[in-house]
């Protein structure tokens, strides 16, 4: 059996990115969006969600390289004066690993995202983490132990498979993207201890920003069986900060993939069934 649920990333980073989960949802193939709850457009996301009903919303939570929630005075340990953490993931592993000061105020930020998400009044369908973060131990362990308290139920845990990829297109695998295979095994080993529900697969990872109608049409019709996840950039135009944050990313042209014919057409090839997180966990 074939399920899969399709999801944007780094809604409330921008409107260009809010209007297009909102096209993508209306007349596309988007069911699912993660949001940054201190992104500078994430009053304008939440007003969106609340008039798509049908649109499932979770916590995209930052803990590199973008907003945090909490005053800089409050964890100065986290981020510097402008409050944005830091881009180096091999310093902030280290820290958030090592240095307890460190995880003290980490594990008070990411509560207070998890509160903040909470004050949306929107349901919490998932959480997964910006650059997907939640793979380092520490953030893994405090997103759930948070996650749990505000009615957390479904995480994504980022494994692709190569063997789809290389059906549908040009992949050069590396032992690098086998190591982060392997290390998934810890964050679904995390969750699933929590009595959470994962993800069997999950793409856009290899391809990231540039998830192309061609490629992800082909993609489709090389799913493998089970619940995959495919999660897309998508936005209507590359504004100053998509373009200085992401600059090589297509970010409309994965808009457009959600709406094409192309992808309906893949899905249905394979006998793939769209669903939702929150779905998929009520029927456990």
């Known amino acids: 059996m074939k399920r899969v649920i399709i999801s944007a990333d780094d809604f409330g980073l921008s409107e260009e990115v809010n209007e297009a989960v909102e096209i993508a949802h209306r007349d596309g193939l988007l069911s699912t969006a993660s949001l940054m709850v201190a992104g500078p457009a994430a009053e304008d996301a939440i007003r969106r969600a609340k008039r798509l009903p049908d649109l499932r919303v979770g916590l995209h939570l930052v803990a590199i390289e973008g907003p945090a929630t909490l005053p800089p005075a409050d964890i100065p340990l986290l981020v510097p004066q402008d409050g944005q953490f830091p881009s180096d993931q091999l310093k902030l592993g280290v820290e958030y690993f090592f240095r307890p000061a460190v995880r003290r105020e980490l594990a008070a930020e990411i509560e207070a995202q998890f509160r903040a ?168």
């Not at 695998?173 to 295979?181: P, V």
């Not at 391809?207 to 490629?215: K, L, N, Q, V």
Request: positive net charge; glycine residues 8%; proline residues 6%.
């Open 117 to 284: 998400f909470a004050r949306t009044g929107l349901a919490l369908d998932h959480a997964n983490a910006h650059k997907h973060m939640h793979l380092h131990p520490t953030v893994g362990r405090y997103m759930i132990e948070s996650g749990l308290r505000h009615g957390l139920r479904a995480v994504r845990v980022p494994l692709e498979p190569p063997q789809p990829l290389f059906a549908a297109g040009t992949y050069a695998d590396t032992l690098g993207d086998a190591a982060l295979r392997r290390w998934t095994r810890l964050l679904r080993h995390q969750a699933h201890k929590a009595g959470l529900v994962t993800n069997d697969w999950c793409f856009g990872l290899a391809w990231s920003g540039h998830m192309t109608t061609e490629r992800v049409s082909a993609l489709a019709a090389h799913l493998p069986d089970g619940l995959s996840e495919i999660y897309f950039h998508p936005a209507t135009a590359k504004n100053k900060l998509l373009q200085r944050l992401m600059p090589t990313y297509e970010h409309v042209a994965e808009f457009e993939t959600l709406c094409s014919p192309g992808l309906r057409a893949g899905l249905r090839h394979a006998g793939a069934t769209p669903t939702t997180w929150t779905d998929v966990a009520r029927a456990g």
